[in-house]
């Protein structure tokens, strides 16, 4: 271990107005006005009129799921909240036991005029 780095961290890359300037990988070095507008131009792409995320999400999952696997999963779910249900009533139910078992005990009820 003689590395000066020895027993530190990873060092992080600094940045300088050169790199700043370069702007992101894989893009063209740009100036602020157009980066500005390259950006929204790519944010307009991404909110237009074509097909949303959820829609372009479910159009991938039909493409490679058979609707028959689809309903399983449904059906899996449904019964994973029967199981949370069935859990919460358990406990409801022990809960509501133990106050009808502390009720039992010799307390006096006094009425305030």
Aim: overall charge neutral; proline content about 4%.
């Amino acid at each position: 271990m003689t590395d000066s780095t020895a027993g530190r961290g990873a060092r992080r890359p600094r940045s300088s107005r050169r790199t700043a300037a370069l702007g992101s990988a894989g893009m063209p070095a740009l100036t602020g006005d157009e980066r500005v507008a390259e950006l929204e131009a790519r944010l307009d792409r991404l909110e237009g009129d074509g097909p949303g995320m959820r829609d372009r999400g479910r159009a991938l999952i039909r493409k490679v799921m058979p609707a028959e696997a689809s309903h399983h999963f449904r059906n899996a779910a449904r019964e994973q909240l029967l199981g949370f249900r069935a859990i919460v009533d358990f406990w409801i139910r022990r809960v509501d036991d133990m106050d009808a078992k502390a009720g039992d005990d010799d307390r006096m009820t006094i009425e305030v005029e």
